[in-house]
Structures are given as C-alpha cells and as structure tokens.
Nanobody, 128 residues
Framework: QVQLVESGGGLVQAGGSLRLSCAAS????????MGWFRQAPGKERESVAT????????FYADSVKGRFTISRDNAKNTVDLQMNSLEPGDTAVYFC?????????????????????WGQGTQVTVSS
C-alpha cells in the first residue's frame, strides 16, 4: 500500500518560517515528479511547487516564488517544502503528491490532475 505522510505543519506568525516534510512508502518515486499543493477554506486546491525526478527542475506558483523552496531526497523517498516569509494568505491545508506516469521527465508536472498519489494533508496557519 502506497502512503504519503506529511509533517511539519502548525501555527506561525506572519514573517515566520515552517518546513514541511513528506515521506513516501510502499513504492519509490525516484523516477517521477513530486510536489506540494494547498487548499484554503472555500477555495480550490492549487499547485504550490513541484520538482522533477532528479531535483534539477522545479516549478513554483507565482505567489510563493522567492519565499518557498522545494527539495527531495530520493534515497529517503522524501520531499520537503521550506516556507519562509509566510503570509496570512498562505494559510491552507498543504498536501504532498507524487505522480507515477511520467518516467524521468525533465520538466515536472504542475497540474493537480497529473498526480495520482496524495497525502492526507497538514494544516498551516499564519497569523497576522
């Protein structure tokens, strides 16, 4: 059974930092893209950042560019999201995701519908 388990969410003041981690088990994703998505109350889930299989190519939503950094460790089957300069608008449930379709694709998938494995989510709340 494949599982993605997120950790690291919590409550932080605006301007603060959090690091989210996601550990995958049940299969390896070392040849596929992984990513982070988020869903705020009353809004649709959106892409935050995705990373190619080898960590070379990344995608960031415009709203987080320069503040968030995605990274992965294929030996550990993990993907992390370092979030700095957090804003109240970053408040959401953050989901880890992995896709199994595109083998060693140079550019990581960006859209939600390309990812077929999902974690349960972790809450991030940024207070003003």
């Amino acid at each position: 059974q494949v599982q993605l388990v997120e950790s690291g969410g919590g409550l932080v003041q605006a301007g603060g930092s959090l690091r989210l981690s996601c550990a995958a088990s049940g299969r390896t994703f070392q040849n596929n893209a992984m990513g982070w998505f988020r869903q705020a109350p009353g809004k649709e889930r959106e892409s935050v950042a995705t990373i190619a299989w080898n960590g070379v190519s990344t995608f960031y939503a415009d709203s987080v560019k320069g503040r968030f950094t995605i990274s992965r460790d294929n030996a550990k089957n993990t993907v992390d999201l370092q979030m700095n300069s957090l804003e109240p608008g970053d408040t959401a449930v953050y989901f880890c995701a992995a896709e199994s379709i595109y083998y060693r694709r140079a550019v990581p998938a960006q859209r939600e519908n390309a990812f077929d494995y999902w974690g349960q989510g972790t809450q991030v709340t940024v207070s003003s």
